[in-house]
């Protein structure tokens, strides 16, 4: 088997995914993976797969039983791609798709009509391929405001972190923010965090009237503690190292059950959740799996430039999504 399909024999597949004390700590991503190997492969409308990484994170998902990709874009390029690349594309679904626009309308079909169950972005631009998914006659919304988070592994981090949102919304109204922070709970739950410690991010850790961020984050901890919000512990306004740092907490003199635990970081825009997570990628040697939350299905939403275990991963959390669905429709 791939390499990366095996899991750390270091506790089952139930593992939290927690802080660890060993010396060695199993990956916290290995124990997704595990987790997501154990469940029925999942049938994925592959969007415009037209690079290597695209098409090979896809067919890697694959391998690893995660996933059915269903291949939808120009059937002749992604079959010379696949012999260019020396990958194997005989076992999937191919459904011809002639442009970007049109894969992107035939994927979300695919998803419409249940023949396919989540949804994989291909090499094309965001905007394109999220279109029809926003459409509200023939996409993919729910009564949910749909969001993007990133699921993050960091080296200097005991836990997985979410942020959230980091690509979808870009100037998220306080009413955008309430369903933002409900579906990264609704993840965390997914993922084995029964109840998340969501940190409001801004500047500084007071209120000022001046910061918009921080009376999103009064008003958030405040809908939550009415129930408004639910499944989660929320806190702020934080600033990022207050949230991420028992020792920065401890020095600004903050009494909290999230600040220096956050499970959630919930981003005052898109902007600066943006810079934040691939700063945190790119410079403190991060993993990264990329999902949306909110739609009718889970949505593997990952950057052109990500690599094939990145899209991997997210197909991993996808899996999760899914079955988690599953269990609450029955």
């Known amino acids: 088997m791939d390499a990366q399909c095996m899991a750390s024999k270091q506790g089952d597949v139930a593992m939290p995914i927690h802080p660890t004390t060993q010396a060695h700590p199993v990956s916290r991503f290995d124990v997704l993976l595990e987790r997501a190997r154990q469940l029925p492969a999942v049938d994925v409308a592959v969007c415009y797969p037209l690079t290597r990484v695209a098409l090979e994170g896809a067919l890697e998902s694959a391998?690893?039983?995660?996933?059915?990709?269903?291949?939808?874009?120009p059937q002749d390029a992604i079959a010379q791609l696949a012999k260019t690349e020396n990958l194997d594309i005989r076992q999937c679904e191919r459904i011809e798709a002639a442009n970007e626009a049109e894969a992107a309308r035939t994927s979300v079909a695919l998803c419409r009509s249940r023949r396919a169950s989540a949804l994989m972005k291909g090499s094309l631009h965001t905007d394109e391929f999220l279109?029809?998914?926003?459409?509200?006659?023939?996409?993919?919304?729910?009564?949910?405001?749909?969001?993007?988070?990133?699921v993050m592994e960091t080296p200097a981090y005991s836990r997985i972190l979410l942020i959230t949102d980091a690509a979808i919304n870009i100037l998220p109204s306080l009413e955008d923010k309430v369903d933002i922070v409900q579906n990264a709970i609704d993840l965390a739950h997914v993922l084995g965090v029964p109840e998340p410690k969501v940190a409001i991010l801004s500047a500084v850790e007071t209120v000022h009237s001046s910061i918009l961020s921080t009376i999103h984050a009064a008003a958030l901890c405040k809908m939550a503690e009415r129930g408004q919000i639910k499944g989660g512990i929320l806190d702020g306004p934080l600033a990022f190292d207050t949230a991420v740092s028992p020792e920065a907490m401890r020095i600004k003199h903050l009494t909290s059950s999230v600040a220096g635990q956050a499970d959630i970081v919930v981003v005052p825009d898109l902007e600066s959740g943006n810079m934040l997570a691939k700063q945190l990628e790119y410079l403190g040697g991060a993993s990264l799996a990329g999902i949306v939350t909110g739609a009718a299905v889970p949505i593997i939403l990952t950057s052109r430039a990500d690599s094939a275990k990145t899209r991997m991963t997210s197909a991993a959390v996808a899996s999760l999504m899914h079955a988690g669905e599953e269990l609450i429709v029955a």
Request: charged letters at 25%.
């Open 131 to 150: 279109r029809p998914v926003m459409s509200k006659e023939t996409g993919l919304r729910t009564l949910r405001r749909i969001s993007h988070t990133f």
């Open 63 to 73: 391998s690893c039983g995660l996933i059915r990709p269903i291949l939808v874009g």
